[in-house]
């Protein structure tokens, strides 16, 4: 199992470096594919993936000693053969001359911010150090990336080798990232010519780097729906958040207390020492569930955008996506302990305790990472019934009746529990509508705060928002 592993991986590797080879940088396109590039990449190696050609003036010199040879023992001309051999030794030395100053650099590639938003520009530095003991010949280079982006190739001027000061440059770009999700970005992309202009070398250098691009985060207005109707909602009337997880009392002065502990106010008003006391404060509970079911996205197609690993998706899921993070972080933000569920296997990080600073961040980079999951029907069948107190919202495409029938068992009587559904049939607004939920049918072009704000009317109608 390792060994297929390992295998895998290496396969991986030789694909993407080679796919990387065939597009840049003279296509002026980072990343895309087509059939060539697939087919080309499907058998390529390490070694394939180092292309050595002629130039079109190699190609023309060529064709010229060609002529020549020809017509020097068709004419019986024998001073052609002259200008055949001088033809093609001038290209066979531009082919060994490139081979031969082939670059050898180490790649360090740094992305600011490290985690980027869909959408939102990040800047790409490349630290380029210059492994050969000689200078390296002027090129042109580009950074292979999974997504088609029109950027033209940069100049690069030689780097100096050896003990040289100046055998380290930096260099940059800027991407913009289409939508969320986990990139590979790389290898760096390097073409090179002889002096002579007869050929022309292409290869890929250094590694690949993971770019994390999590879903854009919408800052939902506080005119939303009340959390506070239902059953035992006494916890969830409105909570003000503050830095600090303890809420201030007091108590009558004991000996032995610090004096630092004494409030005044209040030893004043009662006539008597009053200490600080502190008193936890529990913060209610929210669920959230996210279908992550294929069956539940019609619309689900292959995604390309990242070439090299194609997945399902759907603009409906990406919304799904879109609005969990927000409404994750709205609910956090608001006082709540939010738990997410996943109607497939899970793949989303929680929250994590409010004390612990880096919780959003993990929730945020699953989301970059989550994907419609082929699933069968186990999983929601041996679900039982759930108590746990609290709202809960469902973010859904057109699922299926047996995830209707699961999201049902999942609330509790008398809790809040609101349903944003894209583009969903009749008969699953009915059936839900029917068991408690409130739902609120959007597009996939449909703000998420306009949905939000749409949660807090009867009929969740998107007002502005079609």
């Known amino acids: 199992m390792a060994n297929r592993r390992v295998r895998r991986r290496q396969l991986q590797q030789r694909e993407r470096a080679a796919a990387a080879v065939r597009r840049a940088p003279r296509g002026q396109t980072r990343g895309g594919s087509n059939a060539s590039d697939r087919s080309f990449g499907s058998r390529g190696t390490l070694a394939r993936a180092q292309r050595l050609l002629p130039s079109a003036r190699g190609v023309g010199t060529a064709l010229v000693g060609v002529l020549a040879f020809v017509f020097a023992y068709s004419a019986g001309r024998r001073e052609a053969l002259v200008v055949a051999a001088a033809a093609f030794l001038l290209v066979g030395t531009g082919l060994l001359v490139a081979r031969i100053r082939r670059p050898r650099f180490e790649v360090v590639r740094l992305f ?17 150090r210059n492994l050969a003991a000689g200078a390296s010949p002027q090129l042109l280079w580009n950074d292979a990336i999974p997504w088609q982006e029109f950027i033209p190739p940069q100049e690069l001027l030689p780097i100096g080798g050896g003990t040289s000061q100046h055998r380290v440059v930096t260099v940059g770009y800027e991407l913009l990232p289409p939508r969320r999700g986990l990139y590979e970005i790389g290898p760096l992309v390097v073409e090179h010519e002889d002096p002579y ?29 009340n959390l506070a109707d239902g059953e035992g909602s006494a916890q969830l009337v409105q909570r003000r958040v503050t830095g600090n997880d303890d809420d201030l009392t007091t108590r009558e002065y004991r000996a032995g207390d610090a004096l630092r502990r004494v409030h005044w106010r209040a030893s004043a008003r009662r006539g008597q020492l009053m ?13 959230i569930v996210l279908d992550t079911r294929l069956a539940g996205y019609p619309d689900a ?17 990406e919304w799904g996506v879109k609005m969990l993070a927000s409404l994750g972080v709205h609910l956090d ?45 186990d999983r929601l069948q041996r679900a039982g019934v759930v108590d746990a107190p609290g ?6 495409g057109d699922p299926e009746d047996l995830t209707v029938s699961w999201l049902i068992r999942h609330r509790r009587a008398g809790d809040v529990a609101i349903a944003f559904l894209v583009e969903p049939r009749p008969a699953v607004l009915d059936r839900l509508n029917g068991a408690g939920w409130l739902c609120v049918p959007v597009h996939p072009w449909d703000d998420p705060a306009a949905a939000w704000k749409a949660a807090s009317t009867e009929a969740g109608y998107i007002r502005g928002a079609h």
Request: net charge negative; charged share 25%; hydrophobic share 35%.
């Open 112 to 128: 600011s911010p490290p985690v980027v938003s869909a959408g939102a520009p990040v800047q790409v530095s490349l630290r380029i």
């Open 197 to 225: 202009g007869m050929s022309r070398s292409t290869l890929a250098l250094g590694d690949a780097d993971r770019l994390v691009v999590v879903p854009a985060i919408v800052d939902l207005p506080t005119g939303g729906p």
């Open 275 to 287: 200490v600080r006391q502190e008193e936890h404060r529990s913060h209610p509970d929210a669920r």
């Open 301 to 317: 197609d292959i995604d390309d955008s990242d070439s090299w690993h194609p997945t399902s998706s759907s603009d409906a899921f």
């Open 333 to 377: 933000s608001s006082g709540f302990s939010v738990a997410v569920e996943e109607t497939a296997k899970p793949q989303i990080d929680p929250l994590g305790e409010r004390w612990d600073g880096s919780r959003r961040e993990g929730f945020l980079t699953s989301l970059a990472g989550v994907s419609l999951v082929d699933d069968g029907p």
């Open 391 to 396: 709202p809960i919202f469902a973010v859904l």
